[in-house]
C-alpha cells in the first residue's frame, strides 16, 4: 500500500535536512595563540582534527579558520603541548598554550653539564626508552643499529654476550682507533644493564666531547639510567623467545651434488676416483650445519620498583638475563642489582647515590667449532650404527673422508671455554649549593672488577689426547676510581643569561692477572690442582693514572643565540713528562633564527637553527705498551730454569698526543610542524697518529710506537622524522637517517703508504682512503681453457705502467688497490604506527659501499685444491667452465687445485652492501579498564622479531664485518664468523 505524501511529511523532512546542513555548515572561525606568559607564539598550527584542513598564526599569535560547529580544533607547535579545543558553534577561540617540559628536555644530559634541546649548541642526539627497546640484545651498542645518524653499528659475531662494534663519524685512526667512551649518570664509566635505561645521548662532535679529553676521541654516550619519582610504581616484565642462525645466500653442496663435482676434479682417473669415492657416497648426506647450529632460548626477566617524595626518591631493580647460542655448547647468562637514591638533606644540599652489582657467565665456542661444520664431508657422520657420537682421530678405524680426523659433536661434549665476571659500580654525587647562583658539586665513582677465564681440553677428545688433558686458567681483577670537583654559577640578567663551571678530575687504575696451564689430567677431574705436569704460570699488574683539568662557559642571549666554550688539559702517565699534558679547547654557536622579527612565518618553515662547532680532542691509545716513552724488563721469560729479562720496545721519549680535530656545522629545522629535520657537516682531522712503525732488525726490535701522520674524515648526516598522519585515533611516523663519510690519509712521516697484514693485504697511502685492499686483481676465467686469470703489470726501467695483461701465472700478478674497506654510507629507516591500543614498528638499517675480503671462501670454494673439504653452492649468477669458450665465474675444477686459483686475491672481494629488516614489533596495550579491573597501572603485551631479513649480494651467512682493528684480523675481512641469530619473541609489561 504506497502512502500519500503529507504536508505534514514534507515539513519533517525539510526541518531533518536544515538541521543536517546546520551542523555541517562552516563558518569562520579567529582567535589568537599565546603562551603562559602573555607572549603571541607565531607560527603555531590550527588544523581541523582527522582532516587536512588548517592555518597558521601570523607574528602577533592571530589565526583564521573555517570550521563546522561539530568539529575540534588542534593547536600544535615546538616545544609546546598540543591542545585539543571543540569548536561548538564559537566565532573566536583564543588558547594559551604551556610549555612541553619533556619535549624542551629531551636532549638535556651532556655529562658534566645539562642543556636543553633549544640550547643546545653541538651535535648530539638522543634516543628515548622506547626507540631503544624495540631491539632484545644483551648489550645497549646493538639497539642503537639503524638509530642515530652518523653511527655505525656493526654485529661482528653472534655469539651470546659479545657487544657490538660501534663507531661515530667513521673510523679517526688506524691502529689507535677508539671506541666511543661510555658515560653512566653524569660520570665516566660504570654498569648498567639495558632495561634500566631510560635514554642514550650520542655526543659526535669535538665541542660536546672536548670536555672528556683523551678518552673521547671516538665520540661519546652518554647513557641515563631510570630514576624514581612520585608515587610508587612497581614494573615487571618478562621476555622469552626463540633464535637460529641466519643464513643469508649460502648454503653447502649436499652428498650428491658435492660426489658429481668431485668427479670432474679426477678428470680422467675414474678408476683412482672410485678407489676413494664409492659410488654410494651419493647415497650419504649428512647436514654438518643443522647439527652444529642448533635453535636457542632468549629470556630476560626484570623487576624494578620506583618512587619517591620531596625528601627522597628511589629506584632498586633486579634483572635476569639468559642466552643460548646457536653454536655448540655456548650461551650467556647475566643477574644485575642496581639502586638509584637521591637524598634531600637539607633545603641547598642534595646526594645521589647509583650502585651497581653484575654477575656474568659466558661459555664460548672454540675457533674451529665455527669452521667444522662448513667443511666436514657430507659423506662423514658423527654417529655411530648404535646413535653414540663417535670419536675420530687419525688413528681410528672408523670410517672417515674429511681432511680433519676429528668430531665436533664429540669434542663439545667434553670441552670447554668459559669465563665468569662480577662488575661492581658505585656513585656518588654531592651538590651544595652556595648561593642562588653558585654551586659546588663532588663526582665519585668506584669499579671493582673480578673475572676468571678456564679453557679445558678433555683427555677423552681428539685435542687432549696428545696432553692427556690440559687445562688452562687465569683470573684478572681492576679498581678503577675517579673523583671531580666542579664548581658551577648561572645567573640571567634581563634578556642575558651566563653560566659555566670550572673543575678537576683524578683518575686511578689498577690492573692484575695470574694464570697458568698444565696437562696430565685424570677424567673428570677439571680442576688444575688434579694436573700432574705443570706447563706455564705468568703474572701481570699495570698501574695507571689521569689527571684534568676541565672549563665551561655559556652564554645565551634572548633565548636565541647561544655560545659554548670548554676547555679541558689532560696528564696521562703513558707519555713522557715533557709530553705528558695536553690541551684541548673547543667552542661551539647556535642562532634560532626563527626567533627574528624579521623572520616572515609560514606554513612551512616554522622552527630554524644553525650550529657551528670547533673542537680539539686527544687520544693515548697506545695499546698494550702501557708506557711507551719507557724502556722496561719483561721478566716473563726463562733461561736455564731461572727469571730471564728482555726489552721488549724501543723507547721513545718523543711519543706525544694523538689530536682529533673537529670542526662541524648544522641546521634544524620544523616543516609544517610535523617535520623535524637536522643536517651537520663536518671535517675531523687526525694529527700525530699514533702508529707502530716497522723498525730495521739491526736494531733488534720489530716495531716503535710513533706520532706519524695525519688523516681526515669528513662527511654530511642527515635525519628526518615526520609525523606522517594523526587522525581518527591513527599516529603514522617516520624517521630516516643517513650518513656520508669520506676517509683521507694526508701524510705520513718517512713513507707515502703503509701497508698491513699477511697474505691479505690492506694498504694506506697518502691522497687515499683510510684503508684499500691491496691484492691481486683477479679478471676472472679463460674461456679458452678454463685457467684462472689476473692482471700482471708491466713497467719499464723507472717503474712507469706501460702496459696491462692477463696471467694464469698467480706469482706474475701484481699487487694493487682492488676495493674500498670502510662503507660510504649507512643509516636506517623507521616507520611507527599505533591505532587505538595496537602499535607496530619496523625498523630498517643499511649500509653501502664496502667490500667484505670472503676468506672462507678460499677453502670452500677453492676449484679442487681441498678435496677433503666440502663445497660451497654457487650463487645465483655464477658458473664453472666445463668447455671451450664458456663465459664462466669460477676456473675448470681439478684435485688439487687450479694454478692457485684459490690464492689471496679480489676474487675474494665482495660488495659488502646490504639492507635489512633489523626488527618488527607489535605491543598492545590494555585499556584502562582491564588494567584497573586487574588493579595494574599499565599493562602491555609485545611480538618482535629481529634480523628477519637481509637483502644483499653477499655470498655468505652474513655481510656484516668489522670495521675497526682486530688483534687477528683487518678490518672488513670475514673468515668464520659467530653468525648472527634470527630472533621471535614475546614480551610482556606490567606496571603495579
Known amino acids: 500500500m504506497i502512502k500519500r505524501f503529507t504536508l505534514k511529511n514534507g515539513l519533517l523532512i525539510l526541518a531533518l535536512f536544515l538541521v543536517s546542513y546546520l551542523a555541517g555548515a562552516q563558518s569562520v572561525i579567529k582567535g589568537q595563540v599565546i603562551s603562559e606568559d602573555g607572549e603571541a607564539i607565531p607560527g603555531a598550527t590550527v588544523l581541523i582534527e582527522g582532516g587536512t584542513t588548517g592555518s597558521i ?35 573566536r577561540i583564543d588558547v594559551t598554550m604551556t610549555i612541553d617540559i619533556a619535549e624542551l628536555s629531551e636532549v638535556v644530559v651532556m655529562g658534566y653539564s645539562e642543556k636543553s634541546r633549544r640550547e643546545l649548541t653541538a651535535s648530539a642526539t638522543t634516543i628515548g626508552e622506547k626507540d631503544l627497546k624495540n631491539v632484545t640484545s644483551s648489550n645497549i651498542e646493538s639497539m642503537l643499529q639503524g638509530k642515530v645518524a652518523g653511527v655505525s653499528v656493526t654485529t661482528s659475531s653472534g655469539s651470546p654476550g659479545e657487544p657490538a662494534e660501534i663507531r661515530i663519524r667513521g673510523v679517526n685512526s688506524l691502529t689507535a682507533d677508539r671506541a666511543p667512551l661510555v658515560v653512566v649518570d653524569g660520570i665516566i664509566g660504570g654498569t648498567y644493564q639495558p632495561n634500566d635505561v631510560a635514554s642514550v645521548t650520542v655526543l659526535k662532535d669535538a665541542a660536546a666531547t672536548s670536555l672528556y679529553g683523551s678518552l673521547a676521541s671516538g665520540g661519546v654516550l652518554i647513557v641515563t639510567t631510570k630514576q624514581g619519582n612520585g608515587d610508587p610504581v612497581i614494573e615487571f616484565s618478562t621476555s622469552v623467545g626463540v633464535k637460529e642462525i641466519t643464513t643469508g645466500n649460502f648454503s653447502m653442496m649436499n652428498g650428491a651434488d658435492l660426489y658429481d663435482l668431485q668427479e670432474i676434479m679426477w678428470g680422467d682417473e675414474r678408476v683412482n676416483f672410485l678407489k676413494v669415492r664409492p659410488e654410494d657416497l651419493k647415497d650419504r648426506d649428512f647436514n654438518w650445519l643443522d647439527e652444529s647450529f642448533k635453535r636457542g632460548v632468549l629470556q630476560n626477566y626484570y623487576l624494578a620498583a620506583r618512587g619517591g617524595t620531596e625528601k627522597m626518591t628511589y629506584a632498586v631493580s633486579g634483572d635476569y638475563y639468559q642466552e643460548d647460542g646457536t653454536l655448540l655448547e655456548t650461551g650467556y647468562e647475566r643477574m644485575s642489582l642496581r639502586t638509584n637514591l637521591n637524598f634531600q638533606l637539607k633545603e641547598n644540599v642534595s646526594l645521589k647515590t647509583n650502585l651497581s652489582l653484575i654477575s656474568s657467565e659466558r661459555n664460548q665456542d672454540f675457533w674451529d667449532w665455527r ?181 665551561e662557559m655559556s652564554y645565551s642571549y634572548g633565548g636565541k643565540y647561544f655560545v659554548t666554550g670548554v676547555f679541558r688539559a689532560d696528564a696521562s702517565s703513558k707519555f713522557g713528562p715533557e709530553s705528558r699534558w695536553g690541551y684541548f679547547p673547543g667552542a661551539s654557536a647556535s642562532w634560532i633564527v626563527s626567533s627574528e622579527d624579521f623572520f616572515v612565518y609560514n606554513n612551512v618553515i616554522s622552527f630554524l637553527k644553525l650550529r657551528a662547532s670547533y673542537g680539539e680532542v686527544g687520544n693515548d691509545n697506545v695499546g698494550s705498551n702501557s708506557f711507551p716513552y719507557l724502556s722496561y724488563y719483561d721478566l716473563s721469560d726463562q733461561y736455564n730454569g731461572i727469571p730471564a729479562a728482555t726489552i721488549p720496545l724501543l723507547a721513545n721519549n718523543n711519543i706525544t698526543w694523538e689530536t682529533l680535530i673537529s670542526r662541524n656545522i648544522g641546521v634544524d629545522l620544523t616543516f609544517f610542524n610535523r617535520i623535524n629535520a637536522t ?65 683521507e690519509n694526508l701524510k705520513f712521516a718517512d713513507t707515502d703508504q703503509l701497508l698491513f697484514g699477511t697474505d691479505v693485504n690492506q694498504i694506506s697511502a697518502v691522497g687515499e682512503e683510510l684503508r684499500q685492499w691491496y691484492l691481486p686483481k683477479w679478471l676472472g676465467v679463460d674461456p679458452a681453457n678454463g685457467d684462472p686469470l689476473w692482471e700482471k703489470v708491466n713497467r719499464d726501467a723507472s717503474g712507469e705502467v706501460v702496459s696491462r695483461e692477463a696471467t694464469s701465472n698467480y706469482n706474475e700478478a701484481e699487487f694493487q688497490r682492488v676495493g674500498s674497506v670502510l662503507p660510504k654510507l649507512y643509516g636506517g629507516w623507521t616507520n611507527s604506527v599505533s591505532y587505538k591500543g595496537f602499535s607496530l614498528s619496523v625498523l630498517l638499517s643499511y649500509q653501502y659501499g664496502n667490500q667484505v675480503y670472503h676468506s672462507a671462501r678460499q677453502l670452500f670454494d677453492n676449484d679442487g685444491a681441498y678435496t677433503e673439504y666440502n663445497m660451497m653452492e654457487l650463487q645465483d649468477g655464477w658458473s664453472r667452465w666445463e668447455k671451450p669458450g664458456d663465459d664462466a665465474t669460477h676456473p675448470l675444477p681439478k684435485r688439487g687445485g687450479n694454478k692457485l686459483s684459490n690464492a689471496p686475491s679480489s676474487r675474494y672481494l665482495e660488495d659488502g652492501s646490504y639492507i635489512r629488516l633489523r626488527n618488527v614489533s607489535l605491543t598492545y596495550n590494555f585499556p584502562q579498564a582491564v588494567c584497573k579491573a586487574l588493579k595494574l597501572q599499565g599493562l602491555n603485551l609485545g611480538l618482535s622479531g629481529d634480523n628477519l631479513y637481509t637483502w644483499t649480494k653477499f655470498s655468505g651467512l652474513d655481510p656484516e664485518a668489522r670495521i675497526s682493528v682486530a688483534a687477528f684480523e683487518l678490518p672488513g675481512f670475514q673468515d668464520f664468523k659467530y653468525p648472527i641469530s634470527r630472533q621471535y619473541l614475546m614480551k610482556l609489561t606490567a606496571r603495579f
Open 371 to 551: 669452521y667444522d661444520p662448513f667443511l666436514y664431508l657430507p659423506w662423514d657422520s658423527p654417529y655411530s650404527d648404535d646413535g653414540s657420537i663417535k670419536y675420530i682421530d687419525n688413528t681410528t678405524s672408523e670410517e672417515w673422508y674429511g681432511r680433519d680426523s676429528k668430531n665436533v659433536l664429540h669434542s663439545a661434549q667434553y670441552n670447554y671455554n668459559n669465563s665468569k665476571g662480577l662488575d661492581f659500580s658505585g656513585n656518588a654525587f654531592l651538590n651544595i649549593d652556595l648561593t642562588d647562583w653558585l654551586s659546588i658539586e663532588s663526582r665519585n665513582r668506584v669499579s671493582i672488577s673480578n673475572g676468571r677465564y678456564e679453557s679445558f681440553l678433555d683427555p677423552r677428545t681428539r685435542e687432549g689426547k696428545a696432553s692427556k688433558g690440559s687445562i688452562s686458567t687465569s683470573t684478572a681483577a681492576s679498581k678503577d676510581a675517579i673523583s671531580t670537583l666542579i664548581l658551577r654559577g648561572e645567573k640571567s640578567f634581563g634578556k642575558h643569561s651566563i653560566g659555566g663551571f670550572v673543575g678537576a678530575e683524578g683518575n686511578y687504575y689498577y690492573y692484575e692477572d695470574l694464570g697458568a696451564s698444565a696437562r696430565n689430567i685424570p677424567i673428570g677431574l677439571n680442576v688444575i690442582g688434579a694436573a700432574s705436569e705443570p706447563v706455564s704460570i705468568y703474572g701481570n699488574n699495570v698501574t695507571g693514572t689521569r689527571l684534568s683539568y676541565l672549563s
Open 57 to 91: 598564526t601570523d607574528l602577533d599569535g592571530n589565526y583564521t579558520i573555517q570550521a563546522a560547529a561539530d568539529d575540534v580544533l588542534v593547536f600544535s607547535f615546538v616545544g609546546f603541548e598540543s591542545l585539543r579545543m571543540p569548536v561548538n558553534s564559537q566565532s
Open 679 to 743: 643536517f651537520d657537516y663536518y671535517n675531523n682531522t687526525t694529527t700525530d697518529l699514533l702508529l707502530d712503525v716497522q723498525l730495521p732488525l739491526s736494531t733488534g726490535f720489530e716495531i716503535q710506537a710513533r706520532n706519524v701522520g695525519e688523516i681526515r674524515n669528513q662527511g654530511v648526516e642527515a635525519a628526518i622524522s615526520a609525523d606522517i598522519f594523526k587522525g581518527n585515533g591513527i599516529n603514522w611516523t617516520s624517521s630516516y637517517n643517513v650518513a656520508f663519510n669520506k676517509s
